[in-house]
Structure formats: C-alpha cells, structure tokens
C-alpha cells in the first residue's frame, strides 16, 4: 500500500519534506554504497528528534557515514572518542577561573553542538556515560548548579563494536531507552562490496567529505518536525501500539519489556515515515517498520532463549504475528 502513488490531497504540505528526504539519501548514496535502510532509519531519527546507537564490527562504515550524514545538514558537528580514562568534564566541559576577574567561568564541552557523533560509547566508565543521561533526555546540562540549555537539533550518534568486550562497559538499560533506535549494521553483500571498492578507486585519494553538499538547515528541519506533529494518528493505530508494547512485558520468551517511552518512540517514528512517504496519516505498514529498530535495544531475552541462540528480533517478529491489524 505505502509504494503507490497516493494522489488525495494532503492536509499537510508534505512535499518539500519528501523532496528533502531524497536529496538527502542522493547526496550520501554518492559515498555510501548499499546501506539504505541505515540512511532512511538516521533520517527518520532526526525527524523523530531522537538519538541513535549503531551497531556493528569495525570497518563497515559506521562513522563515516555518521560523520557524513552530520555533513547534510547545515548545523554544528562535534566528535568524542570515549575511552576508559574519560571524564564527565571532558564530555560536558569544566570551569576555569579568570585570573583577571577573579571568577570561574564556564567553558563548554564537545557535548555542546547540534551533532555529536560519540565513537565506541561503551568504551567510557559508567560515571562518564551518566554524564549523557540529562544532555540525551531534558537537552540541557547542569554543571555547578547553572542549567545549560542546548541549542536545537540536538542529535547524538553513538557507535558500538558488538564484538570485542574486552574493556568496554556495557550500557545500562536506561540509557540504552534514551536512544530512539539501535541500528545493526551488517557486512554488504558481494555486488555492494564491489561498488564500494570501485568508487573507493576512482576517487583517487579524494576525501568522501569533499563530495558531500550541505541540503538541510536548521529552521527547515525545525519545520518539517513541526509538520510531522500534525500527522493524524486515529485511535485504532494508537491501540495496535500499545498491544504491540504491552505483549513485550509478559511474553515467556523476554525477561524484560518495552517502556511506555517506547510506546512514545513508536508513534513519533510512526508518524515521520508516514511523512517522508508523502501521507499525513500513519497506517499500520509505519508502526511495524519501527518496530525492531525501536524494540531491539529495550527488551532483554530470558538467559534460556539466550543460549538456545534466539533473537529479539525473533521474538519481535512473532509479537507482530500474534497481534491483529487494523484495517
């Protein structure tokens, strides 16, 4: 239903949105070969006004994509590279004192842009990734009694290497709910590869950086997330939601379930895929779309299932089987 050309006419002008979208996933598919989904799940996040954990082994474009996708939009970028001897302030930032006034004054961390790419999030002690709770979820921070606010978009992008443990700490569940998705990403298949090897050639030497053109400015987006807000959700859609979410929390095969604020996650990213595909309402086809990549991170398999070598993305598939549609 959602790929045909829809041709009522929209109570929300959703056409420069649309058009924005595709400049957009043009612009990066100059650089970044095969991973689409990736791209349309970043754009859907932004829209969202979410954060989001990337997933996956060294090597298949995680940050540059990250780095490039920051690249598009006409805003403030920042990098941090957490390592086990971070500290908060070297995240937040710390007071000086002024010689010449005698005075301390605040001077501003990384954390302080529109959007921050954190590399190997779990590489950082738990005291140091504390330090995002507040910034992730009320967008401000409070340093010495004084509340910073944050200068809208404010994104963070967080990569993670699945494999190697070895000093690295794990998230803990509630700020693994502060992140709207967690993106896996896979190795590209065969004919990708080569793609990705032919035009790594024929750049010759040329930063993918240099080829990427800004699409996106900040009142533009502040706009269209305002448009999103507006997409009409009817109470049957609101309902699917909450019996999607409600089955995590007692079904046999999970040890935790999805929070209200994935309820809250689902119908935000519900309603931007229904704008970037050009309709004002949500169907169906837009909750189950957000489902995994929203699910995935949140809910906690029971330690059998676990070594019996299930998924959360099993148990999310037979959640939406056991659920009705509706029409």
Same mark, same amino acid.
């Given at each position: 239903m959602e790929n045909q050309d829809l041709d009522f006419n929209n109570r929300i002008p959703l056409e420069d949105l649309k058009n924005a979208v595709a400049q957009i996933k043009a612009e990066l598919g100059k650089v970044i070969i095969g991973q689409q989904e990736f791209? #349309?799940?970043?754009?859907?996040?932004?829209?969202?006004?979410? @954060?989001?954990?990337? #997933?996956?082994?060294?090597g298949i474009a995680?940050?540059?994509?990250?780095?490039?996708?920051?690249?598009?939009?006409?805003?403030n970028f920042n990098?941090?590279?957490?390592?086990?001897?971070l500290m908060p302030s070297d995240v937040l930032g710390t007071s000086v004192l002024n010689m010449k006034t005698s #005075?301390? #004054?605040f001077h501003k961390g990384p954390i302080f842009s529109n959007v921050v790419l954190i590399d190997e999030i779990n590489r950082a002690p738990a005291k140091t990734q504390a330090a995002l709770f507040e910034t992730m979820e009320e967008r401000q921070a409070s340093i010495d009694g004084t509340t910073y606010p944050f200068e809208a978009p404010f994104m963070?992008?967080?990569t993670q290497n699945p494999i190697e443990q070895e000093g690295t700490y794990a998230l803990p569940e509630a700020q693994l709910d502060r992140f709207i998705f967690k993106i896996k990403v896979d190795y590209p298949g065969v004919e990708d590869e080569v793609k990705i090897i032919q035009t790594h050639h024929e750049r010759k030497g040329e930063k993918p950086q240099t080829l990427i053109q800004p699409i996106l400015n900040a009142e533009d987006l502040a706009d269209y997330k305002a448009k999103i807000q507006s997409i009409l959700v009817e109470e049957k859609i609101i309902r699917y939601i909450a019996e999607l979410v409600s089955k995590t929390r007692n079904h046999p @095969?999970?040890?935790?379930?999805?929070?209200?604020?994935?309820?809250?996650?689902?119908?935000?990213?519900?309603?931007?895929?229904?704008?970037?595909s050009g309709r004002d309402f949500v169907i169906p086809e837009d909750v189950k779309k957000a489902l995994k990549p929203i699910l995935n991170h949140r809910i906690i398999l029971t330690p059998e299932r676990e070594m019996e070598g299930m998924t959360t993305e099993n148990v999310i598939e037979m959640i939406v089987q056991s659920v009705e549609?509706?029409?």
């Open positions: 791209i #349309e799940l970043l754009i859907v996040a932004l829209l969202a006004d979410g @954060h989001v954990l990337i #997933e996956g082994v060294p995680k940050t540059v994509t990250a780095k490039l996708f920051a690249k598009v939009l006409k805003t990098r941090i590279q957490f390592t086990p001897d #005075e301390f #004054e963070v992008l967080a @095969h999970l040890y935790l379930g999805g929070s209200p604020r994935a309820s809250i996650s689902i119908l935000n990213t519900s309603k931007a895929f229904a704008a970037i549609v509706p029409r």
